[in-house]
């Protein structure tokens, strides 16, 4: 599928385009991602591929979910995305939504994306030491569909 230009974007959202120089594992190709959010859907928003426009991620910031949720991440996976301090992070959950009789939202903690918000570059990071946090943790709500 073509990617949108950044003329179509205009400059606010070109401004905003987060680049994943690794792409996402499993969307190689899909490198330039924005943040979309409506009032309605927060504390969720969307990660929206530029480049695969029929790719967009449910995601949320992790500390929504997990409160305490912390990982390790070496220097050059840090280095990958400008180095930034954890300050200048943010880290989402890529989301998995069932509905049906309740609405059940699978958070994947094993593979967070981490944010330099400051460069604008991002990455997605795959956990191999987190022994204490399961593949998918299951977030149920009792929204009736």
């Known amino acids: ?7 179509e974007l205009g400059a606010e959202v070109f401004e905003k385009i987060l680049n994943f120089p690794f792409g996402i594992p ?34 949320v910031e992790a500390y929504r979910l997990v409160p305490d949720y912390s990982i390790d991440i070496s220097d050059d996976e840090l280095a990958e995305i400008g180095s930034p301090t954890p300050q200048e992070c943010a880290i989402l959950l890529i989301l998995r939504i069932e509905v049906g009789e309740t609405v059940k939202i699978y958070a994947n903690l094993r593979a967070p994306v981490v944010l330099n918000m ?8 795959i956990l191999s030491d987190a022994d204490h946090y399961s593949e998918s943790t299951l977030f149920e709500f009792g929204v009736k569909k």
């Open 118 to 125: 400051t460069r604008r570059m991002a990455r997605q990071i």
């Open 1 to 7: 599928m073509p990617s949108t230009s950044e003329t």
């Open 26 to 59: 499993g969307f190689p190709s899909a490198h330039r991602f924005i943040l979309t959010q409506t009032e309605k859907e927060r504390p969720f928003a969307w990660l929206r591929s530029i480049d695969q426009e029929s790719t967009a991620f449910a995601v």
